[in-house]
């Protein structure tokens, strides 16, 4: 069975940081990054110090054969629709960027490593467990 593990935004940023999820990135047969992560972190690296830097670890990274940008298609928007009345039906809204990294992640059919916990609001969600 294909090993998939969609990085959310402070996942990627955690791994980074303190190499939390590195045995998630390095067991996986593809790791994706959601095009709505891109932006997160790209934002973030406009607002910080280190933008080149960051900025060539991220190309470095997305040059890996394992790793893969998930796009926004209209399954993608299906899917979306589909998270946000589920969420507003139940009365628990997450941020809209969530929503469509979550639709990003459950399109993959992999698992979201990220530390938010209101992406359990989604049960349909797969999570990934941290592996050290």
């Given at each position: 069975m294909?090993?998939?593990?969609?990085l959310?935004?402070?996942?990627?940023?955690?791994?980074?940081?303190?190499?939390?999820?590195?045995?998630?990135?390095?067991?996986a047969?593809r790791?994706?990054?959601?095009?709505?992560?891109?932006?997160?972190?790209?934002?973030?690296?406009?607002?910080g110090r280190?933008r080149i830097?960051?900025?060539?670890?991220?190309?470095?990274?997305?040059?890996?054969?394992?790793?893969?940008?998930a796009?926004?298609?209209h399954?993608?928007a299906?899917?979306?629709?589909?998270f946000?009345?589920y969420?507003?039906?139940?009365?628990?809204?997450?941020?809209?960027?969530?929503?469509?990294?979550?639709?990003?992640?459950?399109?993959?059919g992999?698992?979201?490593?990220?530390?938010?916990?209101?992406?359990?609001?989604?049960?349909?969600?797969?999570?990934?467990?941290?592996i050290p």
């Amino acid at each position: 069975m294909e090993v998939i593990i969609v990085l959310d935004t402070n996942a990627y940023s955690d791994w980074r940081r303190s190499g939390k999820w590195s045995g998630n990135i390095a067991t996986a047969d593809r790791v994706i990054i959601p095009s709505v992560v891109l932006g997160e972190l790209e934002f973030g690296f406009l607002k910080g110090r280190r933008r080149i830097e960051n900025r060539k670890k991220l190309k470095d990274f997305l040059l890996n054969p394992h790793v893969e940008v998930a796009v926004v298609d209209h399954h993608t928007a299906e899917i979306y629709a589909e998270f946000l009345i589920y969420l507003r039906e139940k009365g628990k809204p997450i941020p809209t960027n969530d929503i469509w990294i979550a639709a990003q992640a459950r399109q993959s059919g992999g698992e979201l490593a990220a530390r938010d916990g209101h992406f359990r609001e989604l049960p349909m969600l797969r999570m990934a467990m941290e592996i050290p």
